[in-house]
């Protein structure tokens, strides 16, 4: 019995941690942020995910909490262009998680990656190596759509990426 409990103690404490990224080769990292940076706008980006709303709080403000799978932001870094959040509801079977999201800059502004790391307990029903793939085919989904948004920005201002990028900070 001694055992049993003991690795269930040990199953509880692990955690897996991964990273996934996706490159934006034509959009600068000053006109993907604003689309990671509006927090409530998963639904945008994402598919599959119909509806993400704000649940309470401020959107982009920590504290707040979107309602897809109840997300709550818990910090935000415009200058590092860098957000962290928590899951803290989920049918998905998600017990502690937390992530980043984040726009690196390409070389000289052109360009950029997102990267989503994540520590989480295992979720059942996956392996890690499943949640990762998951992941990943999220992240090259969210930059497929801002490289779409991006280009779609650009033709209908006539605008440089500089000009696009701040259109898009206003308006997000």
């Not at 897809?68 to 860098?82: H, P």
Request: proline share 4%; charged share 20%.
């Amino acid at each position: 019995m001694e055992k049993a409990e003991e690795a269930a103690a040990a199953a509880a404490q692990e955690q897996w941690q991964g990273v996934v990224e996706a490159n934006l080769p034509s959009t600068p990292a000053s006109a993907a942020w604003p689309h990671i940076a509006s927090f409530c706008a998963l639904h945008r980006y994402l598919p599959g995910i119909d509806v993400c709303e704000l649940a309470a709080g401020e959107d982009g403000r920590p504290g707040c909490v979107r309602s897809w799978a109840r997300e709550k932001l818990l910090e935000i870094d415009d200058g590092a262009r860098r957000l962290g959040y928590a899951v803290v509801g989920s049918s998905m079977g998600f017990g502690s998680y937390v992530a980043t999201m984040s726009v690196v800059a390409g070389d000289a502004d052109e360009g950029c990656r997102l990267v989503w790391a994540f520590e989480c307990q295992p979720v059942q029903g996956w392996s890690r190596d499943g949640l990762l793939a998951y992941l990943d085919g999220g992240v090259r989904a969210i930059a497929a759509r801002i490289e779409e948004a991006a280009r779609a920005a650009y033709a209908a201002a006539n605008a440089t990426p500089e000009e696009a990028a701040a259109s898009v900070a206003a308006n997000a």
